[in-house]
């Protein structure tokens, strides 16, 4: 018997949701290392295939170990249904491969992931799907894009580097105004931060491979929302084709579950105390963080979120020079382009991120020359502020 865990607490369900021990009374969650399953009797195998017996058959179709991170992230999410796949990027691969057909429309955020946007322009374009793209924060931009062939508009909230924020109550109505689905990349917030279906959204995809991991060991993603869409029509796509998750990352991700809202919180925490201090200092012109008064959607993601997040972007004087010297001045911190780690992170967005972009489409999104991304990590917050202070003072 497996308790629901429904009426419980969000730390609870973390910790707690989706686990069914077996025969063996094991404490924690076992990881299930098989690719298939057997059966006790010819006619049970016949059953199983049928359809007419549920079970495990193949792991590309089920695992235990795998529907318990299902599980314990759909409760999180406050969802009917989640669905684990290979990675972020086939989560939304196959939500729109599962969801759209040839001839349909997407509106997209034009500040998503950059693999995203490669996605959508060279590949489900070749498949009739086509994408505009629209400035985050301005509702009649995402209206006026919306054609009568508009299924799905995508977004995330943060963005990614400048943590402009999404009124999504705002824009799930108008979604529902227009018979489309609003799907969200949950991925800087998670649910121990913000929870988009409750605000209206249809459809939440993660990269697990970040906060939900949280410690940079494995690659991971999921999709989250209704029985229908993503229980049957997105788990029918994966079973099919494929990019299914592995027990092992399973077992990561559900690991990293537990402790979610507790590093979230801390995460949280320390970049707003880092944001803080940032503001202050004679070389940074200006700070890009939504827990700052001073943010354009401040009050907005105080209403939608239960804390900030851990990604902070600002700019240095001297432009790119001033902001790769501060990038070498540094002695600990890592270079490197992922986030969501427990150890904090640096990166130079204009010449990584963001360096397939145009100028045009750089400045469009407000990545400047001088601006820098920081992904606070769980060390002493004085430690961080030292060594970046060794690049300010460059
Ligand atoms: C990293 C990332 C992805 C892609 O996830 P992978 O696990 O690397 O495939 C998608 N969306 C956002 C916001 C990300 O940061």
Aim: proline share 4%.
């Amino acid at each position: 018997m497996t308790h629901s865990y429904k009426e419980q607490g969000f730390a609870t369900r973390a910790v707690r949701a989706g686990q069914q021990r077996t025969h063996e009374n094991e404490h924690a969650e076992p990881i299930f290392l098989t690719s298939s399953y057997v059966f006790d009797s010819a006619e049970q195998a016949a059953a199983r295939f049928g359809g007419d017996e549920p079970g495990n058959i193949y792991s590309r179709f089920t695992n235990p170990t795998v529907r318990t991170f299902e599980q314990r992230l759909a409760s999180l999410e406050g969802a009917e249904s989640a669905v684990a796949t290979s990675s972020g990027m086939s989560a939304i691969l196959s939500t729109f491969m599962a969801l759209l057909s040839a001839g349909d429309h997407i509106v997209s955020s034009r500040s998503i992931f950059g693999t995203t946007r490669v996605l959508f322009d060279k590949y489900l374009s070749k498949f009739g799907v086509e994408t505009d793209y629209v400035s985050l924060t301005n509702l009649e931009a995402w209206q006026q894009a919306i054609k009568p062939n508009t299924k799905a508009l995508f977004l995330e909230t943060p963005s990614n580097p400048m943590n402009e924020i999404a009124d999504l109550a705002a824009l799930s109505a108008l979604a529902k105004a227009h018979d489309c689905l609003l799907i969200v990349d949950n991925c800087f917030c998670t649910p121990a931060l913000q929870q988009p279906l409750a605000l209206g959204a249809d459809i939440v995809v993660h990269s697990a491979t970040k906060y939900i991991d949280g410690q940079g060991r494995c690659i991971g993603g999921a999709v989250v929302g209704d029985a229908q869409r993503v229980g049957e029509d997105v788990y029918g796509f994966l079973r099919t084709a494929g990019p299914t998750m592995s027990p092992f990352n399973a077992w990561t991700f559900l690991k990293g579950l537990e402790t979610l809202e507790l590093r979230m919180n801390a995460h949280s925490a320390s970049a707003l105390q880092l944001a803080q201090w940032l503001d202050q200092q004679p070389n940074v012109t200006h700070v890009f963080y939504a827990g700052l008064p001073n943010h354009p959607q401040h009050e907005l993601a105080k209403q939608q979120q239960s804390a900030f997040g851990g990604i902070i972007a600002f700019e240095v004087k001297g432009g790119k020079e001033g902001a790769w010297k501060l990038v070498n001045a540094t002695q600990w911190l890592s270079i490197t382009a992922n986030l969501g780690d427990t150890k904090t992170t640096i990166t130079h967005p204009a010449t990584t991120t963001h360096g397939r972009l145009t100028e045009e489409a750089r400045a469009e999104a407000g990545i400047t020359d001088g601006m820098l991304r920081i992904s606070v990590g769980l060390e002493s917050i004085e430690d961080i502020q030292a060594d970046l202070q060794h690049g300010l003072d460059q």
